[in-house]
């Protein structure tokens, strides 16, 4: 089995995959089936032959990212300058195998993206694009208010090592007092952090895991201002996008919030994690003493 990294997983590896396909799946039975050694936070990833990957929840509650997934991709991939994974398979649940649904999917090519090294303009389109889709048909998506995180964040920062509390705090407080959501959705990825972005040649070339896109918040696809892009970039998408400054106020403590409760979290079991939750804090603060 593959590194586990919450209380509860599902166990699964190459042989999980094999029986899923054989009893699911026979036509793709036959093709050949790799573990990739992307750390997925939310589902373990295998390559099925050349043109498909395989999704499987790494906990139970998993499952309900690929009922979202079948619904929200169809309405949104027409819209999207770039490709995304289109649903092929909703596989169901399997007594004493796999006890959630799962998913096999078009494999999007091209190279997990860095944070710094995305195409700030090419971000945005996307961005742009799903604001142009209507919201209505769409479940609703998104972080919850910053005052509902409050107490969870405020344990986390009095437990971060590396870091000028103090600055953190202060920095937490501006996300609480920023202006309030309006209630008016858009259509939103919700997770657009670098490890489900693809890149080919320098530009973006797909965007991966729509398990948790919905409508909600714009303020919730500009947390890659800090988790993808740094300085000039951060400048142009913003000037791009030209969010209202409330919103982009919430979405800072969106990206805060995010940082200081993964870091703790995957420090032992996704460093790679963890160590862009630190970056994207460290960028959060850095942009607030501009």
């Known amino acids: 089995m593959h590194g586990d990294l919450h209380d509860g997983e599902l166990a699964a590896d190459e042989r999980t995959v094999a029986a899923l396909?054989?009893?699911q799946?026979?036509?793709?039975?036959?093709?050949?089936?790799?573990?990739?050694?992307?750390?997925?936070?939310?589902?373990?990833?295998?390559?099925?032959?050349?043109?498909?990957a395989v999704r499987l929840p790494r906990l139970p509650a998993g499952g309900a990212d690929v009922a979202r997934e079948a619904l929200v991709v169809p309405l949104v991939a027409p819209a999207l300058p770039v490709p995304v994974p289109g649903p092929v398979v909703r596989g169901e649940p399997v007594a004493g195998l796999f006890e959630a649904a799962w998913s096999i999917v078009r494999w999007v090519p091209g190279a997990p993206a860095a944070a710094g090294a995305v195409p700030a303009e090419d971000l945005a389109a996307v961005v742009e694009a799903l604001r142009g889709v209507d919201p209505?048909?769409?479940?609703?998506?998104?972080?919850?208010?910053?005052?509902?995180?409050?107490a969870s964040v405020r344990d986390a920062i009095d437990r971060l090592a590396g870091f000028d509390r103090g600055a953190v705090r202060e920095a937490w407080a501006a996300a609480l007092a920023a202006p309030t959501w309006d209630g008016r959705p858009v259509a939103i990825h919700a997770d657009l952090l670098p490890p489900n972005l693809v890149l080919s040649a320098g530009r973006l070339a797909g965007v991966l895991d729509w398990g948790g896109a919905g409508a909600g918040d714009p303020a919730n696809d500009l947390v890659p201002a800090w988790s993808c892009l740094r300085g000039d970039d951060r400048a142009a998408f913003r000037e791009r996008l030209a969010p209202e400054d409330g919103t982009w106020a919430r979405a800072r403590g969106i990206a805060l919030e995010q940082a200081v409760l993964a870091i703790p979290y995957y420090v032992r079991t996704n460093p790679a994690f963890a160590a862009l939750c630190t970056a994207t804090l460290a960028e959060v603060l850095a942009d607030r003493s501009r």
Do not use: I
């Open 136 to 150: 209505r048909p769409l479940p609703r998506a998104g972080r919850r208010p910053a005052a509902a995180a409050d």
């Open 21 to 23: 396909l054989a009893a």
């Open 25 to 52: 799946a026979p036509d793709l039975a036959a093709l050949p089936v790799r573990a990739l050694r992307a750390v997925g936070t939310v589902n373990r990833v295998f390559r099925l032959g050349d043109d498909l």
